[in-house]
């Protein structure tokens, strides 16, 4: 009598597909996550201007202008507020 017995496990292509996988998915999170806690935290200052602006409306765009800066001084954003701030309000895109 003669049984056979399957086999059970990964292969060596098995092996390197689930580690091209992996290392696929490690790529994009690399990739997008910094970007997503940037978009996070920019929606949230928004909303806390738009917050400070029902409370208290704004006189003039300066003063919108300085809200978001002390925001994003808060939230320590400074490539944001450096490199995007800039634009906003003074006609330039």
Known sequence: MSMQTRQQGLSAIGLIITL???GYGAFVGIQYVPQYI???T???ILD???EQ???ERFSDPD???SA???QLYMNQRNA???NRHAGIGDGSQ
């Open 20 to 22: 091209a996988l992996i």
């Open 38 to 40: 940037e978009y996070a």
């Open 42 to 44: 920019v929606t949230t």
């Open 48 to 50: 806390n201007v738009v």
């Open 53 to 55: 602006n029902k409370q």
């Open 63 to 65: 003063a919108v202008k």
């Open 68 to 70: 978001i800066k002390n």
């Open 80 to 82: 944001v507020r450096e």
